[in-house]
């Protein structure tokens, strides 16, 4: 088992940035794909980025790419998400989650992935 947990989500105006950081927690010894999903009011989750599990790879959501750069340190069992310019279609709950694999690929699919954290808001003032 893995246990993921989110912080760095708050309010910031329109242009500004934030971090968020996953920390993993239990079983983190195994290679882990990590992705970073998102769900505003009324829509469904959807995949912001994603990074395998030695960092050699990453992926983007179209709308986020060039604003959002996602990194890990597998020294501290975490993975970030800079956002920078954000726009307020930005803003939603922001979910980490895992996927028990060493592959070298990306998995976008919320299906895919074995462990998710309680998420973080992130608002976005105009």
């Known amino acids: 088992q893995v246990q993921l947990l989110e912080s760095g989500g708050g309010l910031v105006q329109a242009g500004g940035s934030l971090r968020l950081s996953c920390a993993a927690s239990?079983?983190?010894?195994?290679?882990?794909?990590m992705g970073w999903f998102r769900q505003a009011p009324g829509k469904e989750r959807e995949f912001v980025a994603g990074?395998?599990?030695?960092?050699?790879?990453?992926v983007f959501k179209d709308s986020v790419k060039g604003r959002f750069t996602i990194s890990r340190d597998n020294a501290k069992n975490t993975v970030y998400l800079q956002m920078n310019s954000l726009k307020p279609e930005d803003a939603a709950v922001y979910y980490c989650?895992?996927?028990?694999?060493?592959?070298?690929?990306?998995?976008?699919?919320?299906?895919?992935?074995?462990?998710w954290g309680q998420g973080t808001q992130v608002t976005v003032s105009s």
């Open positions: 989650a895992a996927k028990a694999t060493y592959r070298p690929f990306v998995y976008t699919a919320l299906g895919e992935y074995d462990y």
């Open positions: 239990g079983r983190t010894g195994d290679g882990y794909c």
């Open positions: 990074i395998t599990w030695n960092g050699g790879r990453t």
